[in-house]
């Protein structure tokens, strides 16, 4: 990170100093183990204790928070710490990535294909035919675009992806390694004889702007039209999403979530890991879902919270979950009543 003042870094987060605003920022640290001359964030409570030891110079603190004790290291208060402390990290990273635009000598690259010259195609890289390349995109190591892919600016794909025929990719998307896009539906016709004859899967994968999608994640083409991952998604690592799915804007969802085929999850969903989601349903928007839920049929109010197997409201499941804690005392109760119960 390049030194910079605390008075100046409250300039760019439009934030207020409390300290000595000469003081000046090298690093970036965790508040429980940040260096001298770190700036570090304090955004959850749980963490406040360490805020009174940490060694690092500055802490983003929000307007509201009062110390109980004195702190050494100078504040600058802002609405929200995380989301600053979250905004000085990507000018950091933009500052540490100093890209050589150019194609290394082991890659393929289609003669039909449409790459600008500011591009950085790695390693063993495949650019198949008719691949068109926005400009400043990074293709990674062992990458494998497809015939007819089309992807925005400022894309990074990472070492290991597959991006397969005919998908579309919006602008600044991010696909993490070994990810897949375009892999074929699981689409099987049922014979008389009970063996299964395979459906061809016809359609694409589209992204819109400002996707990212994890590590290891296998996005489906559709049978015929597209699979759908609307503008500012955020996948996270080992997610299978089936072919024809509709995933709605801005809608995050953690790893080990499965999503079946031609379900529709609508926009600021939130989605826990390992939730499993059955297919041909539709998800209001707003909707969130505890992890390891399994969610069977459509959700059509906006904006509740849903947890168990089938899922029902997240309310209603506390209230059932202190039942279900009571049940052996319920069922010694039961006994005993049982054996008071005059005989004839």
């Known amino acids: 990170m390049k030194e910079i003042s605390v008075g100046l870094l409250a300039q760019l987060v439009q934030g207020e100093v409390e300290g000595n605003p000469d003081l000046r920022i090298t690093g970036v640290g965790k508040i429980e183990s940040a260096s001298s001359g770190d700036l570090v964030f304090l955004a959850n409570a749980k963490y406040e204790s360490h805020i009174y030891e940490t060694k690092a110079i500055a802490a983003l603190v929000s307007h509201d928070f009062k110390p109980t004790k004195p702190i050494s290291c100078a504040l600058v208060r802002v609405p929200d710490p995380y989301l600053a402390f979250t905004l000085l990290l990507q000018e950091y990273e933009r500052q540490m990535k100093k890209y050589d635009w150019s194609i290394h000598s082991t890659a393929y690259v289609d003669p039909t294909a449409s790459v600008p010259e500011r591009v950085s195609i790695g390693a063993m890289a495949y650019i198949g035919p008719n691949v068109e390349l926005g400009e400043g995109c990074v293709i990674d190591s062992h990458v494998s675009i497809e015939s007819d892919v089309v992807l925005g600016a400022n894309c990074h794909i990472h070492a290991g992806a597959r991006i397969l025929r005919g998908s579309k990719v919006g ?81 995050v969802i953690a790893a080990q979530t499965g999503i079946a085929g031609s379900t529709k999850i609508g926009t600021f969903s939130k989605i826990g890991g390992q939730v499993g989601i059955s297919g ?16 069977m049929k459509s959700i059509v109010t906006p904006n509740k919270a849903w947890f168990g197997s089938p899922a029902f409201e997240l309310p209603d499941y506390l209230k059932s979950s202190a039942v279900f804690r009571k049940l052996p005392q319920l069922w010694k109760d039961v006994e005993v009543l049982k054996k008071q119960e005059p005989k004839n």
Not at 200 to 215: K, S
């Open 280 to 295: 041909h349903i539709q998800l209001a928007s707003g909707t969130q879902i505890a992890a390891q839920s399994g969610i």
């Open 171 to 251: 602008n600044r998307c991010v696909i993490q390694a070994n990810a897949v896009l375009g892999s074929e539906g699981f689409g099987f016709a049922p014979q008389a004889d009970g063996s299964y004859q395979p459906i061809p899967q016809l359609g694409q994968v589209t992204l819109e702007d400002d996707v990212h999608i994890g590590a290891n994640c296998t996005i489906d083409r559709a049978t015929m039209g597209t699979t759908w991952i609307r503008t500012g998604v955020k996948l996270d690592n080992l997610i299978q999403v089936a072919h024809n799915v509709e995933i709605g804007a801005h809608t």
